[in-house]
């Protein structure tokens, strides 16, 4: 009996489980499954203002799939260059759950369910007019089904990856506090199919403004999140101005503003924030944190990261849900119409010859599904080998000129002037 007692202290102590670690609370909170078919079930009560398209991928035997609600008050118009286009994301992160019942929340206030406290429709409407929203309620549906099967500390996806180190600025760095149970980057950049498939969205959307919704804190983030500083010139004076609106009306003045890198204590490598500011031009590029509970236990992730009562809950999404149409009536203002996106990503903009090959490669993998599972030797691989070919092809282009300057050069002048 003595010898089971060191047994039992360490699993009263060490357990999590036993650490009265709060479980999610299903009065508040809509499962995975529930979000995704209620906000399916919205769209399809609202076939003039929404539309919903689910886009899957996979490799290595990994599979995942992203649902995207899109806003266009007047349905007809979802390619309209003209309008000013919005990409939000939600739920990167498994564990932060109230993140996805803010995207629920926001859909239902485009759509006329539900209503933000004084404002008039009217005033709303014409807002919304400019505007094409995208919205992702879930962006890593596998992380979020790990943490309902009771995992609450996880926020990688369904294999161990952080989707917010994916992405390819500054990836893979490392920093002294590195924890690969919280920030594994994977193998490669875009060596995740959720990313590979947010990137894509990105770059055929070309949005005018990107939020990454996150909790665990309440910031309102620019870029870089991988040094400790701000971007020069004028969209970074316009995204701290924007930012400083929204903490004076919607945060009560309490939320941390300014770079990701420089304000949340940490650097982070490999963000998607900072891939859609400089690789996608995104004029106006954010990452919001929404709600956190400084003081729960490290061990209590549900509470870290979500309110777990119904006032708090409902204060979160009513205070954020109104920011977000804040953004949806200034962001178009502060940026003047189009101009500040042409500003931003015309001749300067980059896409390199890997962003596109990705793109291409994954946009074929899903028009022909199985049958190109061939491509799953790998990006890298393929990426090598046409590196290779190009190389090639650019070695015989020269030897080729070579030859032909050699054989000029060896010809009398004369004949050229025999004329
Ligand atoms: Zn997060």
Redesign the pocket.
């Known amino acids: 009996m003595a010898s089971l007692l060191p047994l039992l202290f360490f699993f009263f102590f060490a357990s999590p489980s036993l650490v009265n670690a709060t479980s999610i609370n299903r009065d508040l909170y809509h499962s995975s499954a529930d979000l995704l078919e209620q906000i399916k079930a919205l769209v399809h009560r609202h076939p003039d203002k929404l539309t919903a398209e689910t886009i899957k991928t996979g490799n290595k035997g990994y599979k995942a799939e992203i649902t995207v609600v899109t806003y266009c008050r007047s349905r007809k118009e979802t390619d309209d260059r003209s309008k000013f286009r919005i990409l939000l994301s939600f739920g990167?992160?498994g564990r932060?759950l109230i993140t996805t019942e803010l995207a629920f929340r926001i859909l239902s206030v485009l759509s006329e369910e539900q209503f933000l406290p004084d404002v008039d429709a009217a005033s709303l409407n014409n807002t919304l007019d400019k505007l094409i929203v995208k919205v992702v309620p879930m962006e890593n549906l596998n992380g979020r089904k790990l943490v309902e099967e009771g995992d609450l500390c996880e926020?990688r996806n369904g294999r161990g990856v952080d989707l917010?180190r994916n992405w390819s600025i500054d990836w893979g760095k490392k920093e002294k506090d590195y924890d690969p149970y919280e920030e594994n980057p994977g193998t490669g950049p875009f060596s995740e199919p959720e990313t590979q498939i947010m990137r894509k969205l990105a770059l055929t959307f070309d949005p005018h403004i990107w939020v990454n919704v996150?909790?665990?804190m309440e910031a309102l983030f620019m870029p870089y999140d991988h040094r400790n500083t701000t971007p020069d010139g004028v969209l970074s004076e316009r995204m701290r101005s924007l930012l400083g609106k929204l903490n004076n009306v919607h945060c009560h003045k309490h939320c941390m503003i300014g770079s990701g890198g420089g304000s949340v204590g940490y650097l982070a490598h490999g963000t998607a924030t900072d891939f859609m500011y400089d690789i996608v031009k995104v004029p106006m590029a954010f990452t919001f944190e929404i709600y956190g509970d400084t003081a729960a236990s490290s061990k209590d992730c549900f509470k870290m990261f979500n309110p777990v009562d119904l006032t708090t809950f409902n204060r979160v999404l009513n205070d954020w849900s109104s920011a977000f149409f804040t953004i949806f009536k200034l962001g178009p203002l502060q940026l003047d119409g189009n101009h500040s996106k042409a500003m931003a990503s015309g001749v300067d903009r980059f896409v390199s010859i890997d962003e596109y090959l990705d793109g291409y490669l994954m946009e074929r993998r899903n028009r022909y599904g199985k049958k190109m599972e061939v491509l799953d030797v790998g990006m890298q691989e393929i990426r090598t080998y046409f590196r290779l070919f190009l190389l090639s092809s650019v070695l015989l282009l020269f030897m080729f000129c070579s030859r032909i300057a050699k054989g000029k050069s060896s010809r009398p002048i004369v004949s050229a002037l025999s004329i």
């Open positions: 990167q992160h932060e926020r917010n996150h909790s665990g």
